[in-house]
C-alpha cells in the first residue's frame, strides 16, 4: 500500500470515474487502475463498483482513512514548513453565515497581517453541514453553534450570543421592545428544524415553563430565517448578529426575557493535531471574539486563552 493507491482511490470517490479520476490526477486511466486494483490485492477486498465507477461499503471505510492520512501529510508539511520559515499553508475554515457575517472580514485581514503566508478558504454554511466535513477532515476547523452530539470533534467555546425576535412592521411582536418567552405561545414563529442545537435548546428551555413552540416553518439556515422576516413572511427567532443594523427598515429587534443565549464555538476533528497555520486561524479568531464590541455577544471564558503562536510551532 502507498500514497499513490490511496490517491488514486479518492480521485475515483470525488470524480465518478476512472477516466476523469486519471485527469484529475494528470495520468492515464490504466494507471488509476492498476493502482485501485493493487490497493484492492492488498486489502483482499473490492473498493470500487466497476459497473457503475461507485465506492464500495469497504471503499468507503478506505476512503474516510486515506482523507486523513492526507489531511495528515498535509501538516506534516505545514508544520516542518513553518518551524523552518514563516507559517504558512492553506487552511480551509468552515463557519455560520451569522458569524461569518462580522468575523470573516476582520479575520482575514487580520490573517494577512499576522501571517501572510496562509492562505485561508472560507465555507459558509450551517452548522448542520459543516459538522460532517469537519469529521471528514475537508474543513481543518469550523465555527458553528454548540453544543454537538459528533464524537469524532472536539470543541472549544467562544461566545453566547442573545436570542431575539425579528418581527417584521405591522406584526404584533413589532409593537414590542421585549417579551416573556411564555407570550411566544400565542405566535407561530420561523424557527430552525428539530433536531438542530438552536432549536433543541429553545423547545428544552420552552419545555420546563409548559410551552411548546409553534412553528410557521422550520428553516435550517439562520441567513434564510432573517430574510424572510425581513420580507415579512413572519417573525423568527434569531441570534443578534442575524439582524445587522439595516434590517430595522423592516423588522424591529425584540428581546425575550427568560431565554438563555446560544453557544457559539470552534470544532476541530478529535484525532491529529491541528497544522501550523490551522492554530494560526484558530488563535486569531479567538482574539477577535475576545476584542469584538458586538450587541449581546459574550466571550465565553475559555477564549480568553488565545495568543499569537507566531513563536510557537
Given at each position: 500500500?502507498?500514497?499513490?493507491?490511496?490517491?488514486a482511490?479518492?480521485?475515483?470517490?470525488?470524480a465518478?470515474?476512472?477516466?476523469a479520476?486519471?485527469?484529475?490526477?494528470?495520468?492515464?486511466?490504466?494507471?488509476?487502475?492498476?493502482?485501485?486494483?493493487?490497493?484492492?490485492?492488498?486489502?483482499?477486498?473490492?473498493?470500487?463498483?466497476?459497473?457503475?465507477?461507485?465506492?464500495?461499503?469497504?471503499?468507503?471505510?478506505?476512503?474516510?482513512?486515506?482523507?486523513?492520512?492526507?489531511?495528515?501529510?498535509?501538516?506534516?508539511?505545514?508544520d516542518?514548513?513553518?518551524?523552518?520559515?514563516?507559517?504558512?499553508?492553506?487552511?480551509?475554515?468552515?463557519?455560520?453565515?451569522?458569524?461569518?457575517?462580522?468575523?470573516?472580514?476582520?479575520?482575514?485581514?487580520?490573517?494577512?497581517?499576522?501571517?501572510?503566508?496562509?492562505?485561508?478558504?472560507?465555507?459558509?454554511?450551517?452548522?448542520?453541514?459543516?459538522?460532517?466535513?469537519?469529521?471528514?477532515?475537508?474543513?481543518?476547523?469550523?465555527?458553528?453553534?454548540?453544543?454537538?452530539?459528533?464524537?469524532?470533534?472536539?470543541?472549544?467555546?467562544?461566545?453566547?450570543?442573545?436570542?431575539?425576535?425579528?418581527?417584521?412592521?405591522?406584526?404584533?411582536?413589532?409593537?414590542?421592545?421585549r417579551?416573556?418567552?411564555?407570550?411566544?405561545?400565542?405566535?407561530?414563529?420561523?424557527?430552525?428544524?428539530?433536531?438542530t442545537?438552536?432549536?433543541?435548546?429553545?423547545?428544552?428551555?420552552?419545555?420546563?415553563?409548559?410551552?411548546?413552540?409553534?412553528?410557521?416553518?422550520?428553516?435550517?439556515?439562520?441567513?434564510?430565517?432573517?430574510?424572510?422576516?425581513?420580507?415579512?413572511?413572519?417573525?423568527?427567532?434569531?441570534?443578534?448578529?442575524?439582524?445587522p443594523p439595516?434590517?430595522?427598515?423592516?423588522?424591529?429587534?425584540?428581546?425575550?426575557?427568560?431565554?438563555?443565549?446560544?453557544?457559539?464555538?470552534l470544532?476541530?476533528p478529535?484525532?491529529?493535531?491541528?497544522?501550523?497555520?490551522?492554530?494560526?486561524?484558530?488563535?486569531?479568531?479567538?482574539?477577535?471574539?475576545?476584542?469584538?464590541?458586538?450587541?449581546?455577544?459574550?466571550?465565553?471564558?475559555?477564549?480568553?486563552?488565545?495568543?499569537?503562536?507566531?513563536?510557537?510551532?
Open positions: 500500500m502507498d500514497l499513490r493507491q490511496l490517491a482511490l479518492t480521485a475515483v470517490a470525488e465518478g470515474s476512472f477516466s479520476a486519471a485527469r484529475r490526477l494528470h495520468t492515464v486511466q490504466s494507471n488509476v487502475s492498476t493502482h485501485i486494483a493493487r490497493l484492492e490485492r492488498d486489502l483482499g477486498a473490492s473498493l470500487v463498483d466497476r459497473a457503475t465507477g461507485e465506492l464500495t461499503e469497504e471503499g468507503e471505510v478506505v476512503l474516510a482513512r486515506a482523507r486523513r492520512i492526507h489531511h495528515e501529510i498535509e501538516s506534516l508539511r505545514s516542518v514548513e513553518s518551524m523552518l520559515h514563516e507559517v504558512s499553508g492553506t487552511v480551509r475554515l468552515g463557519c455560520i453565515g451569522t458569524t461569518g457575517r462580522w468575523l470573516v472580514p476582520r479575520l482575514l485581514a487580520l490573517m494577512a497581517e499576522r501571517h501572510p503566508q496562509v492562505h485561508v478558504v472560507i465555507i459558509d454554511a450551517t452548522t448542520t453541514s459543516l459538522i460532517p466535513q469537519v469529521v471528514a477532515d475537508t474543513l481543518d476547523l469550523a465555527v458553528i453553534n454548540l453544543p454537538t452530539a459528533e464524537h469524532e470533534l472536539t470543541t472549544e467555546p467562544l461566545f453566547d450570543e442573545d436570542r431575539i425576535i425579528l418581527a417584521p412592521l405591522g406584526h404584533p411582536l413589532a409593537a414590542q421592545a417579551v416573556a418567552l411564555s407570550d411566544l405561545g400565542e405566535h407561530e414563529l420561523l424557527l430552525e428544524p428539530v433536531g442545537a438552536f432549536r433543541d435548546q429553545l423547545d428544552d428551555q420552552a419545555a420546563r415553563i409548559g410551552l411548546e413552540m409553534r412553528a410557521l416553518a422550520e428553516i435550517d439556515g439562520i441567513r434564510l430565517l432573517t430574510s424572510l422576516a425581513f420580507e415579512g413572511f413572519g417573525p423568527a427567532m434569531v441570534p443578534t448578529t442575524a439582524a439595516w434590517i430595522e427598515r423592516a423588522c424591529r429587534r425584540v428581546a425575550v426575557d427568560g431565554l438563555a443565549p446560544r453557544s457559539v464555538g470544532a476541530l478529535r484525532r491529529g493535531r491541528p497544522s501550523a497555520p490551522a492554530r494560526a486561524v484558530r488563535a486569531a479568531i479567538r482574539d477577535l471574539v475576545m476584542a469584538s464590541r458586538q450587541d449581546g455577544v459574550h466571550p465565553t471564558p475559555d477564549a480568553r486563552g488565545s495568543t499569537d503562536p507566531r513563536s510557537r510551532h
